[in-house]
């Protein structure tokens, strides 16, 4: 969602509590995700837990950038593949490390391995990275859309159009010569 550049402080709060909304609806999901696809994993195979941890990450971050590009920050520039995607991964390889670094810190540094406490540490990764995530791609990811010129501001001389559609003081496009 786009934040007023102009306007009322009230307004810039409403914005970003839509735009964090929106956010954490999408991160929600992501969450489930990730814990689903985490567990999934963990009973089924014989993969240590970080790894499957990686495993589960990489499947949320993939379901929250389809929920972020087309959700969240739909309203936002789209600067595809040159720009918005390289730096959607790059901050979400950084969350991936401080997401799992956690349970990491926890599990081989502490020894807390049981499946409630690697389920607690890595909600406690997650949230840490969140933070970390929706100031990233809010800030360089998605940015928002410059806001059109104020409606009382007066525009300058070559902004104003004639009655025939151009802007005043110019010509009209001469014809083609052959």
């Known amino acids: 969602m786009s934040t007023p550049q102009q306007g009322s402080a009230l307004e810039r709060v409403r914005g970003l509590a839509r735009e964090v909304a929106k956010f954490g609806a999408v991160g929600g999901i992501g969450v489930l995700v990730n814990l689903g696809v985490f567990n999934l994993i963990r ?7 970080v790894r499957a941890s990686v495993i589960a990450t990489v499947v949320a971050i993939i379901t929250n950038y389809l929920g972020f590009r087309y959700f969240t920050y739909r309203d936002r520039a789209r600067t595809g593949g040159s720009r918005e995607l390289p730096l959607f991964v790059a901050f ?4 991936l490390v401080i997401e799992n670094g956690v349970l990491y810190t926890a599990t081989y ?11 607690v540490f ?3 990764g997650i949230g840490t990275a969140t933070v ?12 928002g859309l410059p806001e059109p010129e104020s409606a009382g501001a007066p525009l300058p001389a070559s902004e104003v ?3 025939r559609g151009r802007a005043a003081g110019s010509r009209a496009p001469e014809p083609a010569r052959k």
């Not at 009973?43 to 837990?49: A, F, G, I, R, S």
């Not at 970390?132 to 940015?143: A, G, I, N, P, Q």
Request: hydrophobic share 40%.
């Open 122 to 124: 890595k909600f406690i």
């Open 109 to 119: 540094g502490f020894g807390w391995d049981g499946p409630l406490a690697t389920n």
């Open 43 to 49: 009973h089924t195979t014989d993969l240590q837990v």
């Open 92 to 95: 979400s390889v950084i969350g």
């Open 161 to 163: 159009s004639s009655p």
């Open 132 to 143: 970390f995530r929706f100031w990233s791609y809010r800030t360089w990811v998605f940015k």
